[in-house]
């Protein structure tokens, strides 16, 4: 069953029969055609099309500056399943509107912006603007044909991970556009050699400070930066470049300002009614009721309009892990147990499970990606299996093993080597982005390379040594704004990046690493084809405890496709260090961070090493390398001509 196709500009309801029933169940996959403002015209009068689902009120008005804000003019008309709806004259693209609502008791609630908003006032403004749905003229249609074979599992995937407000601001601290971030931003992102751009949370949110992360304006792009076709154009621009462009996307929760979803018809309608279920006691914001389909069908339509009208190519899913456990960040008593009696929350589960079948099957070349912290298992295997369907998962232990293991005094590794090795065990278990993302680098945390011992030379190979374990070690990569340029402060959402650091070389070095590595990555099939396959990644020697030496095979489909790294965790060279490697001949090093280009000393094999008969690490050659401190070098046997 679908839904009927939509004439504005015709007398009658503005959902039909098949509408009501399909959102009633909560499987109306186009709904944001039909809810919302859409201009139109009818018998020749400029105006819009207005529903809003509020089945618990006695009245809905919309109201706005072409009204003098007057709920007794334009009076919506209730329709069966609890949707207002109704014509407005007048109300024409760029007014600004709200809902005034009674609840059911006659009592005059706070004006209310529209759900399905499309556009909205720049904050602090919080009235919706009528826009209607966005138009484009997209030009990205070559990107489009051939996303899919990009967003495969066995594709080079590093993401550049970007707050647009603050990664560079222009004169007198003023953001940057979408179009301005078009013509600065892509290039750069292009030039560094990552293949998609994963942006913080764009959708409309009241509250600068939250980054995004709580939103109230689920279809509507931050005025911020400028109207929605320009964020349009961003999309399009980045497309044009080679670029694939990810969000952020929050089911989790939404704040409880009284203008957005709280209360929003008198009663709990989006929310919970008991605070154990419907409010996070870590952030202060409600949790949607996943049980109830409307809210699902909100949820999951927010999902395909970003997919369908703005082309991104995925969506990280926030949060993920508070919404799978009931007793998230609870005490005992301050949560209700599930029909079982257990601390999942199966209706979370359920829509999970369902908003991954339902992209995947209208876009099978998109990416949802989960952020989820705990031990669920199979959150990146198909639903048929039992899983939750994403396509990937964020290895948050790999990320807290590495950080905790690099952020140890130099002489200590030795005795903590199992950090760095156990994400190992399971890392096929998932189809896992290894993400050393915003959350790692605020809230006193300090940056990367000050989350470094030692000296400050040392600090930098630290950093430079991280970096290369990351793209030793399988999975994708996603790398915050400013860690590419080696930041010295925590991000700061109020300002942009200290971009004055490279004017010194250890900082350009690290730049110039993170580019090497992401062309590498992209370069190198060993690096990404297998990142979840047997045989993708295989210890050579993980038991090098004296040395702090670990060593890698890594492997492609063609058998001839390998690589192999060994990485140096302490501040001492290693010379005559023997390495066993599956094949004679020459070896060539495809990469040595302590290259001067990176701010290294140099320290190395001259670019090439003659493998000898000699058996190790149960290999029938091996080489004699120097190892330069705190470093990694990537070895690639060289192909007969």
């Known amino acids: 069953m679908s839904a009927e196709p939509v004439k504005c500009g015709e007398p009658g309801p503005v959902l039909g029969p098949v509408d009501r029933h399909l959102f009633a169940e909560g499987t109306h996959l186009r709904l944001y055609e039909r809810m919302g403002a859409h201009p139109c015209a009818r018998d020749g009068t400029e105006g819009s099309t207005f529903a809003v689902w509020a089945p618990n009120a006695r009245r809905v008005s919309v109201v706005g500056d072409f009204n003098g804000w007057d709920g007794r003019r334009h009076r919506l008309d209730p329709s069966p399943g609890g949707v207002w709806e109704g014509f407005v004259a007048g109300a024409v693209r760029g007014c600004c509107y709200k809902y005034e609502l009674e609840d059911a008791a006659g009592r005059l609630l706070p004006l209310k912006a529209d759900p399905f908003a499309f556009a909205m006032e720049h904050p602090p403004g919080s009235a919706a603007l009528v826009h209607g749905l966005p138009e484009f003229a997209w030009g990205d249609q070559a990107w489009m044909a051939e996303r899919g074979r990009r967003n495969r599992h066995d594709a080079p995937l590093s993401a550049y991970e970007v707050h647009l407000g603050s990664w560079m601001r222009g004169e007198g601290g003023r953001f940057l556009s979408y179009r301005e971030l078009a013509e600065r931003l892509l290039p750069y992102v292009k030039d560094l050699g990552f293949t998609h751009l994963q942006l913080l949370p764009v959708m409309e949110h009241p509250y600068y400070g939250s980054w995004g992360y709580q939103p109230l304006g689920l279809f509507a792009p931050t005025a911020r930066y400028g109207p929605p076709e320009d964020f349009a154009f961003f999309v399009d621009a980045a497309h044009r470049l080679g670029l694939g462009v990810i969000l952020d996307w929050v089911p989790a929760h939404f704040p409880a300002d009284d203008w957005g979803l709280a209360r929003f ?27 109830r389909p409307e809210v699902r069908n909100f949820l999951l339509a927010s999902a395909l309009f970003w997919l369908d009208r703005y082309h991104v190519d995925g969506l990280r899913v926030d949060a993920v892990a508070s919404m799978l456990y009931l007793d998230y960040s609870r005490r005992d008593g301050e949560w209700i147990p599930n029909r079982h009696g257990g601390r999942e929350n199966l209706e979370a589960v359920d829509f999970l499970r369902r908003l991954n079948e339902t992209v995947y099957a209208r876009f099978p070349e998109a990416l949802t990606i989960a952020e989820e912290s705990t031990a669920w298992p199979m959150v990146s295997r198909p639903t048929s299996l039992g899983g939750l369907g994403f396509g990937f998962k964020w290895d948050m232990g790999w990320m807290h093993d590495s950080l905790r293991y690099l952020a140890r005094p130099m002489v200590h590794r030795r005795w903590h080597q199992d950090e760095i090795t156990f994400g190992m065990q399971y890392h096929r278990s998932e189809n896992f982005v290894l993400a050393l993302s915003h959350d790692e680098v605020v809230h006193g945390k300090r940056s990367l390379l000050w989350r470094m011992p030692g000296s400050r030379w040392e600090q930098f190979a630290n950093l430079r040594l991280l970096l290369a374990w990351m793209h030793v070690h399988g999975g994708k990569k996603l790398l915050f704004m400013g860690g590419e340029l080696a930041q010295d402060h925590e991000w700061a959402h109020g300002r942009g990046l200290d971009w004055h650091l490279l004017e010194h070389a250890p900082h350009r ?7 090497d590595l992401n062309r590498l990555h992209a370069a190198e099939p060993a690096l990404h084809e297998k990142d979840a396959e047997e045989g993708g990644f295989r210890w050579l020697d993980c038991g090098d405890r004296r040395n702090c030496v670990l060593s890698v095979l890594r492997e492609g489909r063609d058998p001839s496709d390998r690589l192999v790294a060994v990485v140096n965790f302490t501040a001492q060279t290693h010379a005559d260090y023997r390495l066993g490697v599956p094949a004679p001949g020459s070896w060539t090093e495809r990469l040595n961070t302590d290259a001067e280009a990176y701010g290294g000393q140099g320290v190395g094999n001259l670019g090439r090493v003659e493998a000898a008969p000699v058996p190790h690490h149960g290999c029938p050659w091996s080489l004699d390398l120097v190892l330069p401190p705190l470093a990694a070098l990537l070895l690639k046997p060289r192909r007969p001509a």
Request: aromatic share 12%.
């Open 509 to 515: 070095g690290v730049q110039a690493l993170v580019r």
């Open 265 to 291: 018809d008198g009663t709990c309608l989006f929310e919970h009614e008991d605070p154990r279920q419907g409010r996070h006691p870590d952030w202060g914001t409600l949790i949607y009721n996943y049980g």
